[in-house]
């Protein structure tokens, strides 16, 4: 298949396209280019032995994506492309709302006048909003605690009223728990931009020596030893879940099909800390601190229906996320270069 990566080079994207490629797809990524730098393209380049078709250029430019479709045949698409940090989505909302809305108007504008039926959108398990039960299953109503989150809730609905009306179209709501991990190459992995929100490369640039120490954020939860659980997946095992989901797509009965990828365990921050000591061999400074606005006490995954519909199921353990971010983050201290 011809397949458009929008947000080709960023984390979980760079990692799909690895793979794509890898199983014998043609991949056209588009990138903006703000949350990625261009350096990642020569690392996908290296590990897949060929060139990259990439064009820079912002999906939001509704005029520039509509020729991109009219040059290219285009057979599917994967819609990454978005920004995803929630707390600067609080201090900036319309940007959030115009961005991760805007990218999705126009590919789906792009995808009617070409006849592009297949997308596979990265969704994330923010869509459950803060009450709901664990683990967490797709039948579970929606909403949002920040403009982050409510731009993904935003999007589903989106794909779901296009899927009224058009029934042709055969679209993946995929709903991320917490990515993390890195190619056991060393040569890709997650680089955020200034200090981590998130806590596995957080902890990563504690043990490699660009942060004094972790800040737990609560100990008082009501968790097995007081602090935030998480489902943690590694973004191989996430990848290969676009590419199951792809696969799967061409025979869907139903426009609109939602999937979880999560692995169904929780693992606390103190969990995580000491398995990531394990992968790089020493202890890591942390102090807990107040608990932070927002975040919930346990979120974990139901993936009965990604395995049984997709086939799929994640295999790599949260000690292969830790010794393969420990790899990534140990042989590239400050992430990609720049130039
Ligand atoms: N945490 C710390 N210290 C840090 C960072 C995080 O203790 O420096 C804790 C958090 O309190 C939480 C856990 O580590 O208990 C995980 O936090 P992350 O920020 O890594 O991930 P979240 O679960 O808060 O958020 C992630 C994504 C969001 C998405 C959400 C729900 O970053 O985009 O999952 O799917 F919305």
Known sequence: MRVLVSGGAGFVGSHTVVQLVAEGHH???VDSFVNAKPSV???IEALTGQPLDVRAFDLTDRDR???LFAEESIDAVIHFAGFKAVGESVERPVDYYENNLGTTLSLLRAMEKHGVTTLVFSSSATVYG???PVPMREELPTSATNPYGWTKVMQEQIFRDAAVADPALRIALLRYFNPVGAHPSGTMGEDPAGIPNNLMPFIAQVAVGRREKLGIFG???PTVDGTGVRDYIHVEDLAAGHIAALHRLTQADEPISVWNLGTGQ??????LLRAFERACGRELPYEILPRRAGDIAESYADPTRANAELGWRATRTIDDMCVDTWRWQSQNPHGYPDA
């Open 266 to 271: 929780g693992t606390s921050v103190l969990q």
């Open 219 to 221: 100990g008082d939860y």
């Open 41 to 43: 393209v020569a690392r």
């Open 65 to 67: 994506t509509e020729r």
């Open 27 to 29: 991949v056209l990524v």
């Open 130 to 132: 803060a009450d709901a």
